[in-house]
């Protein structure tokens, strides 16, 4: 596989026992876009991680197999190769393990519905050496998804020495993002050449409400990750609103805003959320920064695939 501009081959993530080869990411396109993959044939991954939407929901929230709202805004599956854990929260270990337990399926409807399929008994066959099963479903997903990358944007370019890639207005909103005009900068969490270090931290999204979703903490129950929410790739940020976990935050510039005051007060807020001051011209420069990450998705993982009777 090769990379696009900016991204880096060693922290590719790839587990020993599910090897990338083209006619499993061919098969795991396919699910990604079949309904027949969930509980009653009404959604697949495509629904809710929209290819020209960024891969994520344009709906603050999405709906379930049952027609039930998410309890959270669908992440966008961008660059997830560098990752190993998954979800706002962490609590998925893989993309398997994320693609094994997602709730509009069941592993035994999975086989039932996809396995009657002869067309994809046969590829699968062919991949796996077995009769189709939930695990490899849910590997071929995954392998599928490893391939969704966006990289050679605009910044990019720059990096590599295209000085004219970035606008004025983006050049100098990179110096905010990276804190060379005021405080520790953005890259305090969005760090390295996928702006996320993949951290967990509390900015405040969300908890004004009177019950708020308390995020990593509802999974490892530890006083100091109340609030905490993975720290997203910005790559292509541009291209899905809404923003944030709870998809509260219509356009770059609301978002920009809110760091702008210092996130939002509580009592586990990072202490790397201080008050920005920046103007209206600097944060306006910010946001022409962040649209400079829109970059390209090869076209053969975006087109949708044709599936079989
Ligand atoms: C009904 C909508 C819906 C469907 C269908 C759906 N997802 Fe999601 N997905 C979500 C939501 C909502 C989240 C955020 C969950 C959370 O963090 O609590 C999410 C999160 C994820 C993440 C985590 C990304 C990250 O950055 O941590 C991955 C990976 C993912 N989904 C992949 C898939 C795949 C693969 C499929 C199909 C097998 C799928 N999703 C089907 C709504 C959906
Ligand atoms: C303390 C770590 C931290 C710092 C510093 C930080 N962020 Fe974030 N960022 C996060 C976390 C965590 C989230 C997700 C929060 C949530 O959903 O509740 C996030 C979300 C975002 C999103 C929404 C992405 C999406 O896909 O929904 C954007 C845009 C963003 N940050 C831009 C910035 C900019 C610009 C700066 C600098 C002004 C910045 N961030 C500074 C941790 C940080």
Known sequence: MTL??????HAAYIPDDNPLTSEKIALGKQFFWDKRWSRNGTVACVSCHDPNHG???PRQFSLTFEGKRTGRHASTLLNRLFSDRQHWTGERTSLEDQAMNARDQSPELVV?????VPAYQKQFRKVFGTDLNAEGVAKAIAAYVRTILSGNSPYDRFQA???DALSPAARRGLRHFEGRSHGRGCIGCHAGFNFTDEGYYNIGVGMDREDPDLGRYTFTR?????GAFKAPTL???????PYMHDGSMKTLEDVVAFYNKGGHRNPW???LI????????EQADLVAFLEALTGEVAPEVTSPPTLPQ
């Not at 039932?112 to 009657?116: D, I, K, T, V, W």
């Not at 790559?235 to 609103?241: I, K, N, T, W």
């Not at 201080?274 to 011209?281: D, E, K, T, W, Y």
């Open 4 to 9: 696009q501009l900016g991204l880096q081959e």
């Open 55 to 57: 891969w994520a929901d």
């Open 112 to 116: 039932e519905h996809l396995g009657a």
């Open 161 to 163: 020495g295209d000085t």
């Open 222 to 226: 530890r006083e100091a990750d109340k």
């Open 235 to 241: 790559r292509d940020v541009a291209r899905r609103p």
């Open 269 to 271: 807020l990072s202490p």
């Open 274 to 281: 201080q008050p920005l001051n920046l103007s209206a011209s």
